[in-house]
């Protein structure tokens, strides 16, 4: 039994559908068929019924869902050895997966996105943009005095451009 419970906590670490994973899920959901049984014939509630559908749904979908994962595996350990082999005839082998996504390195990389940059479009140049509008460019003031107002967004003509304006006229007053 002991050797059952550390199986099954490192399978829960492994990629994929393991044997005693399976058992253990196949034994929980007939011990929960078995338990809305009794609680139907306790009870006689519908609602068992229903619990009990929905339930041996889940537990097809698990085990099919295993199935496929398995065939997956398969197929992807043969598409491997047909590449060890073509590399061993002194073909040109496949792209494998040895590599990490997003990584140059390979696997033995601590992030994914360490390649990410490399593989990107060229990255673009801090420059001045082409078109300078005053809503798109922030320059920063020439001389540390200058004071400036912020454009109207909105395009009325009021003549009041914001509140910062009424901050300028603060800072004025107690620098003078």
């Given at each position: 039994m002991a050797s059952f419970i550390e199986d099954l906590?490192?399978?829960?670490?492994?990629?994929?559908?393991?044997?005693?994973?399976?058992?253990?899920?196949?034994?929980?959901?007939?011990?929960?068929?078995?338990?809305?049984?009794?609680?139907?014939?306790?009870?006689?509630?519908?609602?068992?019924?229903f619990l009990s559908i929905i339930s041996g749904g889940l537990w097809y979908m698990i085990n099919w869902f295993a199935r496929e994962v398995t065939q997956a595996q398969a197929q992807a350990a043969e598409q491997e050895t047909s590449t060890e082999n073509a590399s061993v005839e002194g073909k040109?082998?496949?792209?494998?997966?040895?590599?990490?996504?997003?990584?140059?390195?390979?696997?033995?990389?601590?992030?994914?996105?360490?390649?990410?940059?490399?593989?990107k479009s060229p990255q673009v140049s801090v420059s001045t943009p082409q078109s300078t509008s005053a809503s798109t460019t922030l320059q920063v003031p020439r001389s540390?005095?200058?004071?400036?107002?912020?454009?109207?967004?909105?395009?009325?003509?009021?003549?009041?451009?914001?509140?910062?304006?009424?901050?300028e006229k603060v800072d004025d007053s107690n620098g003078n």
């Open positions: 906590w490192s399978s829960i670490f492994t990629a994929g559908p393991t044997p005693t994973l399976l058992f253990a899920t196949n034994v929980s959901f007939a011990a929960l068929q078995t338990l809305l049984l009794v609680l139907l014939l306790a009870t006689y509630s519908i609602h068992f019924v040109k082998p496949a792209q494998s997966d040895s590599r990490t996504r997003g990584t140059p390195d390979g696997a033995d990389s601590d992030t994914e996105t360490e390649g990410l940059l490399d593989r540390a005095n200058e004071v400036r107002k912020r454009l109207s967004v909105s395009g009325d003509s009021s003549g009041y451009a914001s509140t910062d304006s009424e901050w």
